[in-house]
């Protein structure tokens, strides 16, 4: 009884205080008189609260009274709005979405119903996101029974217009990408607003589809691509590179991954664009062309420059973009996709799309993980007593006496773990904080984040600083102005000793007075030696910015221009110590590469979009672009150092240097026609012309175009409003884009200063590995693409394609006469075709409350050939062991020769030759590769991915699967050579199993040394065909009750296993012998474990 008296009593006096507080507040305003409502700064963040007690809110901050009518104006009313400024605007944007008027009457301020006029005819409102509540720009709003769509504005404002009566019920239809789409009937509201839940497994609604024209409805654009945005990309994950990130994520895109730190990876849209470089020839780029926020990324690739920069180690540019600045990436697939982009677009084309502001209250958000890896999938060498086993056996087979064999096979007891003392268990941290917020027409954004990664090597670490500024400005309400600007700085060891690892397992690191054991004999540094006296360190600062302007000339008439740049420049500074094996010959060895690039893109464009009548919409762009890129290189080494510590090239004793410079420019113009009847037929026209210094003659000019078509089934009337057929369309485009990332040069020929050539004076001296070549001309593809969209029931979303492009006049290198002055020249070599299927499956499983399950299934089949060669010159381009181009045969094909076993009675393997007869090693390697045959393929039949994601109240679970068919890896020559090099390098526990005697049935032969080995036998070869559970991520979301308390607007905490299982065909790992999984990389993957926690305020 004591514990409810107290409780009147403490609520009795507050209520007295708030009374008193209002009283006076009301005394001063009376004294004093009302001010101008644009005097009062006003705060309000509601969420699905009564329109009365926001006038009680206001009533506390102003001080002023606000009085209603009950009868008409409804206080339970409920309203979602966040606003901080002058009162007046706030009673403005209150009265929009509560369809009330206000005005002074004495001292207070009235509430009264705003009367019927035409424009409430209209539905006007907000959409919010439920997770950060800010506007949602871009999301798609579609009226159920019309199909009338529009799309909402920077502020997440949309609006719909009935000239004439309209109807007493409809249903709108919100839209958006990685959330779920809500229904809401409409039957007399004027204004409203919703929030929309999130769910990053869903297709987007609104996709980016290019740099120039605006983003579009999914429904309304007749090409191919697939979009993913942050939370389907999971950028929480511990991974430096985004397009690491994309592994099985996209149906049709095969990312060759590999094991190292901040190096760049092979993407594969749709199969290989162009020839593999076979034997160190030259051949485009078979990278897709990356765009970030209308800025194409410079590539790294070795292009032009001499010689002398060969031993230059290239960094991933991809790395230089923060995923925590990630909105979403969109991957063009066809040419009704990306002939727009037409001169560097064949291989597909992937845009980055950065966050920007959004208008309302200013947020921070914090977010910080940290992990790490160990490793799994190791691969098992001979340990010491093995090693010293193997190694006397060799001895003995080569004729040396059992005693002498003892004698050279070293100790039979150590046992040296080389890899435990060069490596470790890797850490991460990673911190990212964003700034953001807006008002009246300007939204700003900004970013920072600290990634400091130490890799399992030692001495491999990599540390970057992001930065990144975004300000939106509406000048009027024609004129928009965008600003984005974003460095980033990247310091990088990477000292590369992993082969050293194979070294004798018998021999100890350290001679008996602790000094490092020289390893004598073997011609290899002691590695731990290395570690800490060598060095490979990067330096680099990369940086994108654009300047955007746009004007609205009329209704529908727009004219956009940009400006954007992409610089980058790194400084390797490499140094071999003269106190270790590496540099002890030249007193140490110093080499400082410096590389700049400065590429900037500028174009200028109209575009006009009109409905020419209720069912008739066109959309026309056209426009003109200038690119250009120009790269700088400088060289310099130095030997003899007195002082190993002063690793400065003027502390050499003997000085060298070297440089390159390259430039290509690209003006192009281009247009874009796309129109719809009735939201049902859709047909979208792409033409641009690039015009390359690249190429020369008349071959400068390439011209693409594309042709894309859509029927939207559904949308017929015997379809309109089926509740099992929720969606249907037919979709074909036929189109060609370009391919010129070949250098800057490759028409022109090459050609070197330096020496005395010319009477004693310096001349230009052709660089032999590149002929002019006049006649060089465009890599073209044809694009044809075939594409069923369907969703069911509302939950299930299927995209099936099918393609098949044509790569014309492919680029590749071929030897020329020596008295030419030259070794090659590039030509149009060949001709190559990609057919395939993709299927992409997006379903909701279960959707409940409090639990759902969604699903997202995706695969690509694809077949690749050559079709033909263009001249007699290159009926074949061969230059490695196991590469082969050939009418015919894929690309990616593995060429070698069928393992005929080993011969049960001498320990020989044998093989089969071109006529099926068992021969010896000597025999095949006497005969040319290309008498060999196909035994495997580099890329896979088929590949893809499936993320399922489960929400059970706060705590969502997503898991990543990853799997592959089909592709083939031969293994590395350096721990499997069959003892070939036993008595200086360690192999793979394999070798346990050899032939010792006639009559033993095994697939490895007998030792001996020197041997004759074929490194592209069947027998090394391995299929890749796995299943992996790639990611598994849980991330909790802590309730609004709890944080409320504490003024945090949003709590969570995550974590992230990767690589969390592996499943392999055939993979016959064992303690005695090693399966793919082991074998598949020579470095091995880690497991990752990584925690994090992200605040928002």
Do not use: C
Request: glycine share 8%.
């Amino acid at each position: 009884m004591n514990n409810i008296i107290a409780g009147i009593r403490r609520r009795f006096i507050n209520r007295l205080v708030g009374l008193i507080i209002l009283f006076t507040a009301q005394l001063q305003v009376t004294a004093q008189g009302l001010k101008p409502w644009q005097q009062y700064a006003v705060r309000i963040d509601a969420t699905q609260q009564p329109l009365k007690n926001i006038y009680a809110s206001l009533q506390i901050q102003t001080g002023i009274s606000f009085n209603y009518d009950e009868n008409t104006v409804k206080g339970d009313q409920l309203v979602t709005m966040q606003f901080k400024g002058p009162l007046d605007q706030a009673l403005q944007q209150l009265g929009r979405l509560s369809n009330t008027t206000y005005k002074q009457i004495g001292n207070a301020i009235t509430a009264a119903y705003r009367q019927t006029t035409s424009a409430d005819r209209n539905i006007a409102g907000v959409v919010y996101s439920q997770s950060d509540k800010q506007p949602l720009p871009g999301v798609s709003v579609v009226i159920k029974e019309t199909k009338e769509a529009t799309t909402t504005n920077s502020h997440g404002e949309f609006i719909f217009r009935f000239p004439q009566e309209r109807p007493a019920s409809f249903t709108l239809i919100f839209r958006y990408i990685g959330m779920e789409p809500q229904q809401v009937i409409i039957t007399s509201q004027t204004r409203m607003s919703v929030t929309l839940q999130d769910n990053p497994l869903k297709m987007a609604e609104v996709v980016v589809t290019s740099s120039y024209t605006k983003d579009r409805r999914r429904e309304e654009f007749v090409g191919s691509i697939s979009q993913l945005n942050a939370a389907a990309l999971q950028t929480d994950r511990p991974i430096e590179s985004i397009d690491k990130m994309l592994e099985g994520m996209v149906a049709g895109v095969y990312v060759e991954t590999n094991t190292s730190l901040n190096t760049p990876v092979k993407v594969n849209i749709r199969g290989q664009g162009s020839l593999t470089a076979i034997g160190g020839g030259r051949t485009t780029s078979t990278q897709p062309l990356y765009v970030i926020d209308g800025i194409p990324l410079y590539e790294q690739q070795r292009g032009d420059e001499h010689s002398s920069f060969a031993n230059e180690n290239y960094l991933n540019p991809l790395s230089n973009i923060n995923p925590a600045d990630i909105k979403s990436i969109s991957v063009l697939k066809d040419a009704a996709a990306s002939a727009i982009y037409g001169a560097n677009a064949a291989n597909g084309v992937i845009i980055i799309t950065t966050k920007a502001g959004a208008s309302g209250k200013t947020r921070l958000n914090v977010d910080y993980k940290t992990g790490v890896s160990t490793f799994i999938n190791q691969i098992k060498y001979l340990n010491g007593p093995q090693y010293y086993e193997l190694l006397r056996e060799t001895y003995i087979n080569n004729g040396m006496t059992p005693a002498m064999a003892e004698q050279l096979s070293g100790s039979k007891t150590i046992d040296t773990d080389w890899f435990g003392l060069t490596n470790r268990n890797a850490s991460y941290h990673n911190v990212n904080m964003d700034l953001s917020g807006g008002k009246q027409g300007t939204t700003f954004r900004l970013s920072g984040g600290y990634l400091k990664q130490h890799a399992s090597s030692l001495a491999n670490d990599l540390e970057k600083i992001y930065a990144r500024i975004r300000v939106d400005h509406e000048v009027s309400d024609r004129m928009r102005l965008a600003v984005n600007l974003s460095p980033t700085i990247t310091s990088q060891n990477a000292l590369n000793i992993y082969n050293n690892v194979l070294l004798p397992p018998n021999i100890s690191p350290y001679n008996p007075d602790g000094s490092y054991n020289e390893l004598s004999g073997l011609n290899v540094p002691n590695p731990i030696a290395v570690l800490n006296q060598n060095e490979d360190r990067h330096k680099s600062i990369a940086m994108t910015g654009s300047a955007n302007a746009s004007y609205k000339i009329a209704d529908g008439l727009q004219v956009t221009a940009n400006v954007g740049a992409d610089y980058y420049s790194n400084r390797e500074v490499n140094f071999l110590s003269g106190l270790n094996a590496t540099g002890r010959t030249r007193n140490g060895f110093l080499q400082v590469f410096d590389r700049r690039n400065l590429g900037w893109i500028a174009f200028l464009q109209a575009a006009y979009e009109k409905h020419l009548t209720p069912d008739h919409h066109v959309y026309i762009l056209a426009g003109t672009q200038a690119q250009d890129q120009q790269t700088d290189l400088l060289k310099g080494t130095g030997t003899g150092f007195s002082y190993d510590k002063l690793r400065n090239l003027n502390n050499a004793a003997t000085q060298t240097s070297a440089s390159s410079s390259m430039g290509n420019a690209t003006i192009s113009y281009y247009s874009q026609m796309a129109y719809d009847y009735k939201k049902k037929y859709y047909t979208a026209v792409n033409i641009r012309a690039d015009k390359s210094s690249i190429f020369g003659g008349d071959k400068q000019v390439a011209l693409n175009a594309s042709l894309g078509v859509g029927w939207v089934i559904s949308n017929e009337n015997l379809l309109r409003n089926n509740r099992t057929l929720s969606f249907l369309r037919m979709r074909a485009s036929y189109g060609s884009t370009g391919n010129s990332r070949i250098g800057s040069y490759a028409a022109r020929g090459l050609y070197v200063f330096g020496g005395s050539n010319y009477q004693g004076n310096t001349g230009a001296v052709p660089d032999g590995t590149a002929a002019p070549n006049p006649d060089l001309s465009w890599e073209k593809n044809y694009k044809m693409n075939l594409g069923l969209d369907v969703t069911l029931f509302g939950r299930l979303e299927i995209v099936a394609e099918y393609y098949n492009n044509t790569v014309k006049d492919m680029i590749s290198s071929i030897n020329v006469a020596p008295e030419t002055g030259f070794s090659t020249m590039s030509v149009n070599a060949a001709d190559m075709r990609n057919k395939g299927f993709e299927l992409t499956i997006n379903s909701t499983n279960l959707q409940r409350d409090n639990f759902s399950w969604n699903t997202v299934f995706n695969t690509g089949f694809n077949n690749n050939k050559i079709l033909r060669f263009n001249n007699g010159y290159t009926p074949m381009y061969s230059g490695e062991d196991q590469a082969v181009a050939q009418t015919g045969v894929s690309t990616s094909a593995i060429w070698g020769w069928k393992s005929a076993g080993v011969d049960p009675a001498t320990g020989e393997e044998l093989f089969y030759d071109p006529t099926g007869k068992k021969v010896n090693a000597a025999t095949i390697n006497a005969l040319p590769t290309a008498s060999g045959t196909v035994l495997g393929n580099r890329l896979p039949k088929f590949q893809g991915g499936i993320v399922n994601a489960f929400r059970i109240g706060p705590l969502t679970v997503t898991a990543n699967i990853e799997y592959a068919y089909g592709s083939s890896v031969f293994l590395n020559k350096d721990i499997q050579s069959d003892g070939r090099n036993l008595n200086h390098r360690n192999q793979i526990v394999d070798l346990m199993q050899r032939w010792q005697q006639p009559g033993d049935i095994t697939d490895i032969p007998k030792l001996y040394y020197p041997r004759t080995l074929v490194i592209n036998s069947s027998r090394y070869l391995r299929e890749i065909t796995y299943l992996k559970l790639s990611n598994l991520s849980v991330n909790y979301q802590f309730p609004k009750s709890l944080l409320n308390r504490v003024a945090i607007e949003n709590l969570s905490m995550y974590a992230n296993v990767r690589n969390v299982f592996y499943w392999y065909k055939n993979d016959n790992g064992s303690d005695t012998r090693n399966g793919i999984a082991a074998l598949r990389f020579l470095y091995p993957e880690m497991r990752s474990y990584t925690l994090g926690v992200r605040v928002g305020l």
